[in-house]
Nanobody, 118 residues
Framework: QVQLVESGGGLVQAGGSLRLSCAAS????????MGWYRQAPGKQRELVAV???????NYGGSVKGRFTISRDNAKNTVYLQMSSLNPEDTAVYYC????????????WGQGTQVTVSS
């Protein structure tokens, strides 16, 4: 099993920046991709960004150019640097990873609230 713990959420004004962190523990050697999803009230959960173990990245369309995902494999941690935040970015942000724990499975963190005020 893999456990994920997010940190770094909070309240920020529009135009501001925030960095989220997600630390993995457990069967970390089995982790493949790590990423971030978000869910706003009344909306479906959506992809924010994902990064492979080798560093390849993919971003959701609404955050391209504003958010940057990075990963420190030595620390088993994934980061999400968010810039030029706007109220539409307000959501609960969830860390997620896929891990080969026999079979390949997805694991989720508990979520961290990001609120952007106008």
């Amino acid at each position: 099993q893999v456990q994920l713990v997010e940190s770094g959420g909070g309240l920020v004004q529009a135009g501001g920046s925030l960095r989220l962190s997600c630390a993995a523990s457990g069967r970390i050697f089995s982790i493949k991709a790590m990423g971030w999803y978000r869910q706003a009230p009344g909306k479906q959960r959506e992809l924010v960004a994902v990064i492979s173990r080798s560093g390849g990245t993919n971003y959701g369309g609404s955050v391209k150019g504003r958010f940057t995902i990075s990963r420190d494999n030595a620390k088993n941690t994934v980061y999400l640097q968010m810039s030029s935040l706007n109220p539409e970015d307000t959501a609960v942000y969830y860390c997620q990873c896929t891990a080969d724990t026999g079979p390949i499975a997805a694991y989720w963190g508990q979520g961290t609230q990001v609120t952007v005020s106008s």
